[in-house]
């Protein structure tokens, strides 16, 4: 399992905090921005994760944990249409034309039809036979081209309620097709970052991975970081209650480690879709109950006068469809830490959350490997490729997930810091 230790906790010596700021052309291509909120048709409630696609295109973004959602749309789809979706409700088409500004798109939850499911009529199925069919679909149902992604990237640490550490990135991730090996490669396009190390004490948490820890979620082409022919004996998988997206009938099914197993493995749902058998999203966590084992997969350095275990560790991943072939669309992965000081009274907790989403794709040339001078290691820190937070122009015409009304606040704070500065 060592695999899947993405992240470590760095003991800071000395830290130093780059404050500079780059400067970046404005992209020149002429759009236009729709802002609004997804919310729940019945309750008001705001619907998180939730896709929005310009349809005729592979442009899109996700709601963010208040529901709310900014796209940017370039000219020449002024004219055309949204698609909103979301697990378990029916899917919504508006025209671009007629959104007003801070639109509130109400979705309406799907019922599901009860006789029209008939797990028992699937072949010699059961719960785990499906996982496995799902898994081997990889080369029929998924993307099997190169393929370019434009992806938006946010990465956050949180001493206790408090923002520490906030980094940004626009990047490149060179898909390679589903039905082969090679791994994907990710090229950095614009980064910007401020850590408030006197939030964290003595303690510097890094990420290590930074976007190649959530593209790894996708399981369909990483299924080793998750389910291996080795593992997968060691789970019990079963049927829960069916849902739908986008009109379409998903299977449920839950997963965790069987009972005598005390290696950290995983728990959650997998959500399968009928017809194709596609996985169009999981959520999932690691049993972290094991305090030693467990810290063993995720603490890399600390100081001998520090005990430091994971408290959560939790994971989720999106996929959509384009002309019947699915590709990976938004990760999100969200950990936390208790940090307890030998000889002091509190202990604190810090929280690691990382997202990433897809904004825009295209079939490539697999001869083109892009810039190479800035392509990513996977054991890349993002903070320490990243600069100031100071350029106002900074994404142009790049799509970005909205930041939460946190998160917003801690960018106000760090823009008014750099101004006094």
Known sequence: ??????????????????????????????????????????????????????????????????????????????????KISHLGYEKMMMSITSINENEKIKLTPAPTKLNEINLIALPNQDARQLVINTLEKKSSIYNNNNTLMTAFYRETIKKRRKNASLSEAVVKIHKQPYNNFRNDHIELIKARKKTDYSKLDTIALKLQGGPFSNLYTDIIKYPEFIFTEESLPLYQFSFDQPTTVNNELIYVVNFKQKRHISTPLYYGKLYIDAKTLALTSAVYSLNVSNKDLSSQMFVRKKPRKVDVHPKEANYRVNYRTKNGKWHYAYSNISLAFKVNWKGKLFNSTYTLNSEMAITDWEIKDPTLAGNRSQLLRPSTILTERASGFSDPRFWGAYNIIEPEKSIESAIKKIQRQLKRT
Not at 24 to 50: H, R
């Open 1 to 82: 399992m060592e695999n899947s230790a993405f992240f470590r906790f760095v003991w800071a010596v000395t830290l130093f905090l780059m404050l500079g700021s780059t400067a970046y052309a404005q992209n020149s291509e002429v759009f236009k921005a729709i802002q609004g909120e997804v919310v729940d048709a019945d309750t008001n409630a705001p619907l998180i994760f939730a896709d929005i696609v310009i349809e005729e295109s592979n442009i899109s973004t996700v709601t963010n944990g208040q529901g709310e959602f900014l796209l940017k749309i370039p000219e020449e789809f002024f004219e055309g249409s949204l």
